[in-house]
Every structure is written in structure tokens, then in C-alpha cells.
């Protein structure tokens, strides 16, 4: 019988290992054993090798790639179908210079049932010509959580994004601080959205030299929640300060602060265009909106549905200028909206509507400054004739915008906009009062002194006026405490988690946002 000695059986095991895994710091490529990444010559050489794009790996350091040379993990006929868990280690200074080709990305083509969690990528220098992204090109799996990009992203042509260029499965809890610049279908995050947008945010500078551009995403028509962009957005036509056109998906819980330009139509600081069967609902723009028509501080046009959100950006242009939407086109609704920005152009606009063909405009206010010589009113610029438009419970604020006609609304002082009786007697829905109905949408603590705001502005743990989480909402929780069955006032105020109850997770809810204001 032959008999084989310990020093050849592990000589044996590490051929194996240079042939099979020695590319990599250790490890099988397995889920209970992970290739292990630690160094550039580990990145590089899972660039380099198709074979191991659907096995698993783990970083274990941050790795400094130092401008090495590589190119992007997964292509359209060889996807990147494996697992990656960065456990919160970066990527950095990595650059792929690749501009006349497609699919550019630190990872170009992700599919199937591929996963990457807790991966950040900094200091990148990405160029492509379509479908470049600063994290990956095109994105088809299920999962990606965690992650984040910080650099430069450009591409030549379309579909250009901070983080994905194209993106078609859920991505969140993901940060991009990029600044991104392409033709058409330019955003901050990803460039086209057909997957879904989960509590992720985009700050940079994005600069588009045609349609679709966004802060956050140049063209969407799949859900974003929690989601917020920053700094500048400008492009053509279709630009918006969080999506450049919205197409009949859900925009909820988000905000944008980006400043937004075009030179051409169709520019909003939350959508440049809002489609019919879209939906924006708790969401606000704060950022200034110069276009040349259809300009307006949430939306250059919609044709959606728009409730409880406001904005507060200056809006100027040329023509069909809103505090809130440049023009409104049927079957659009205006819910529960305010806008306080200040208004200037030519022609067609107002505090809150420019122009409005068939919309419903319902429960909302106007107090910004207007400016302009022809088709101005304080809350709606105009109306086209003879046209089945809806105008219930709107009013504009006639002291700040100096402004008394309007084709919709009621004009009142600044006093009279400033009480409560005002919205009530009008039908508003408000916290503390069942007339109007439950669902509370609005709240106004300072009668006389200030204007209504949406609930939701409100943080959770500022139960009572005035404004503030402070001994006023503690003294309420603990006259609600150890209650039951919370169904109605003043009880389910003080049910902070929704539960029925008033009980240990409301107080520690409450804690949480203690003298938040």
C-alpha cells in the first residue's frame, strides 16, 4: 500500500489554492466560505475573471486601487450573477475610462439573483458613452442594500446615473455625492428607474444636454419613497429637481433642495413632467426653478395627482409659471398643496397654478410674490375657456402677493389666511377637529400668527401646540397613559406607534425626539 506523507498532502492543498483561489486573500467562493478581497490585485483580478461572477466574495479592508486600471465587473452576455458583502469596507480611487463604450460601470451588467450589500465606492472617475453609472451600468437584480458612490460619472449619450445608469430591480438605503453629466436620461441616482427607489439620496451636480434629467433619477416609472436630492440639476427639457419625468409611478415621503434649470419646457423642483396615474404624495421642494415655459416649483406639468406636499422655491421663466405647477392638465388633481415661493415672468402664472385646463384644484393655498404683467392671478394665472376644472376651498394670500384677481380661488388678507376659522369654515381637514373628517392633513398652532402646515411636517412626538417636542406633549402622553382602544381625540395623539395604545414604545418614541423642533 502506498502511503502519502503530511508535507505532500499540504503541498497538494496549496496548488489548489494558487490555482483555484490564490487570485484572492483566502477562501472558496462559497456562502459558508466567501472569496476573501483586501487588496487591488484582489479587485482586479475578479475584473478579470468571468468564470467567478457567480460565486461569493467579502471584502476585509479598505482597498486603494490607486488609479489602477480595470474594467467593469459583468457584461450583457456575461452577467455579474454572485454575491458581494462589503461589510461597510470602500473602494477607492477607481477609475474606468471607457468612452466609446456601453455598459461602464464598476459593475457593468448585475442579474439574476445577484446580491451586493455594504459596499461604498469613493472617489470615482467613471466615463462611458450609454448606460454608465458611477456603482453599475445595469442593474436587474433583486438587491443591492447599503451601498454608496462618491466621485465623477459622464457619459457621451443616454441613460447616465451617480449610481446606476439603468436601473430595473429595488435598490436601498444608498447614498450617491457625485457629480454627473450625459446627454439624455441624466440623474444624480440612476439615470432610468424602472426598479424601485427605497430611502436613497443623491447630492451633486447634474448636468444633462437634453431630455430627462433629475436629481435623483432622469426618468421613472417605478415607486420612489424616502428619497431625497440636492444640490444643482440642469438640462433641456423634462428636468426636475428629484425626477426628470415621472410615468405613472409613485413619488412618496421625498423632497429635493437641487436648484433646477432648463432651457427649455417642462422644468419642476420636485418633476419636470408628472404623467397621468402618477402619484405625489407627502413630498416638498425647497430649491429655486428657472425655466422658459411650463415651469413650476413642484412640477413643470402635471397631469397626476399631487397631495399633501408644498414648495417654497422662487419660480421664473417665460410663460405658464406656478408656485406649484406650471400647468395643470386634465385628469390632474392639486390636493391639500401649498406654495409659498415668489412667482415672476411675462405672462401665465400664478401663486400656486399657471395655467389650468381640466384640473381639480382642492384645499390649497398661495403666499408668494407675483410679478408679471399679463394672465397673473394670486392663485391661478389662467383658465381655458369654457373648461370642466374643479375649484373648492383655495385661497391666496393678497398683502404678500399684492395680487387681487385670480381665474380660481378667494383672495384674503394676511390676517384672515393666518386663522383657523379661515380652512375650517371652508371644509380643510384638521388635526383636533371630526367635522371636516379624520385624517388630519392639516395643522395650524399658531392661530393668527402664522399659516396652516401638512401634519406630517410635524415630527411624530410634537403631539399638542405649540410647535415642538417639548413638556406640553409629555404632559398630554401622560394623561393618555396606559390607555387602550385609542380610536379617537385626544387619545390617538398620543398613540405614537399606531398600536391602539398608549404604552412603553410610544414613551420611548417620544424620548427619541425629545426638544426636536
Known amino acids: 500500500m502506498k502511503s502519502f506523507s503530511l508535507a505532500g498532502v499540504v503541498c497538494v492543498l496549496c496548488l489548489c489554492e494558487v490555482l483555484f483561489g490564490g487570485v484572492y486573500g483566502g477562501g472558496g467562493g462559497t456562502e459558508e466560505s466567501p472569496y476573501l478581497i483586501s487588496d487591488p490585485l484582489h479587485w482586479q483580478g475578479l475584473s478579470a475573471t468571468p468564470d467567478d461572477w457567480a460565486l461569493h466574495f467579502r471584502l476585509t479592508a479598505n482597498i486603494d486601487m490607486n488609479q489602477m486600471v480595470v474594467s467593469p465587473i459583468g457584461t450583457y452576455d456575461d452577467p455579474f450573477l454572485g454575491v458581494i458583502d462589503g461589510q461597510n469596507f470602500a473602494l477607492e480611487n477607481l477609475t474606468i475610462d471607457l468612452p466609446s463604450a456601453e455598459t461602464v460601470g464598476v459593475f457593468g451588467y448585475i ?113 420612489i419613497t424616502n428619497s431625497s436630492a440636492a444640490g444643482t440639476v440642469s438640462g433641456t427639457k423634462y428636468v426636475g429637481g428629484l425626477v426628470g419625468r415621472n410615468d405613472k409611478a409613485t413619488v412618496l415621503d421625498s423632497f429635493s433642495s437641487a436648484a433646477v434649470s432648463s432651457t427649455s419646457d417642462y422644468c419642476g423642483g420636485l418633476v419636470g413632467y408628472i404623467r397621468e396615474e402618477s402619484i405625489v404624495q407627502r413630498c416638498c421642494a425647497t430649491g429655486t426653478v428657472a425655466g422658459n415655459r411650463y415651469a413650476g416649483g413642484l412640477a413643470g406639468i402635471s397631469r397626476g395627482t399631487i397631495l399633501a406636499s408644498y ?99 378667494t383672495g384674503r388678507e394676511t390676517e384672515v389666511m393666518q386663522t383657523l376659522s379661515t380652512y375650517i369654515d371652508a371644509g380643510w381637514d384638521f388635526a383636533n377637529e371630526t367635522a371636516n373628517g379624520t385624517n388630519d392633513y392639516w395643522r395650524l398652532c399658531d392661530d393668527g400668527t402664522a399659516y396652516p402646515k401638512l401634519s406630517w411636517q410635524f415630527s411624530p412626538g410634537d403631539i399638542v401646540c405649540p410647535e415642538g417636542v417639548n413638556l406640553d406633549d409629555f404632559n398630554f402622553l401622560a394623561q393618555c397613559w396606559q390607555q387602550a382602544e385609542c380610536t379617537g381625540i385626544p387619545c390617538s395623539q398620543a398613540d405614537l406607534n399606531g398600536d391602539g395604545s398608549v404604552q412603553l414604545e410610544d414613551l420611548l418614541l417620544f424620548a427619541g425626539e425629545w426638544l426636536i423642533f
Open 311 to 409: 414648495s417654497t422655491g422662487s419660480v421664473s421663466g417665460i410663460e405658464y409659471l406656478g408656485g406649484a405647477v406650471g400647468f395643470l392638465s386634465s385628469p390632474a388633481r392639486l390636493e391639500n398643496v401649498y406654495a409659498t415661493g415668489a412667482v415672476s415672468g411675462p405672462e401665465y402664472r400664478g401663486g400656486l397654478v399657471g395655467l389650468n385646463s381640466s384640473g381639480k384644484v382642492i384645499h390649497c393655498y398661495a403666499t408668494g410674490q407675483l410679478t408679471g404683467d399679463v394672465k397673473v392671478g394670486g392663485l391661478c394665472g389662467y383658465v381655458l375657456i369654457d373648461d370642466n376644472y374643479e375649484d373648492r376651498g383655495n385661497f391666496w394670500d393678497t398683502d404678500i402677493s399684492h395680487i387681487y384677481v385670480s381665474a380660481m380661488g
Open 111 to 223: 442579474s439574476g439573483s445577484a446580491q451586493i450589500k455594504n459596499l461604498h465606492v469613493l472617489n470615482v472617475n467613471i466615463k462611458g458613452r450609454k448606460h454608465v453609472g458611477g456603482f453599475v451600468a445595469y442593474n436587474g437584480t433583486p438587491y443591492i442594500t447599503n451601498c454608496s458612490v462618491t466621485g465623477t460619472v459622464s457619459g457621451t449619450e443616454r441613460y447616465v446615473g451617480g449610481f446606476a445608469g439603468s436601473n430595473y430591480g429595488p435598490i436601498a438605503d444608498c447614498y450617491v455625492h457625485c457629480n454627473v453629466s450625459g446627454a439624455s436620461y441624466v440623474g444624480g441616482f440612476a439615470g432610468d428607474n424602472e426598479g424601485s427607489l427605497f430611502r436613497c439620496h443623491a447630492e451633486g451636480n447634474v448636468t444633462g444636454t437634453a431630455d430627462e434629467i433629475g436629481g435623483l433619477a432622469g426618468y421613472s416609472n417605478c415607486s
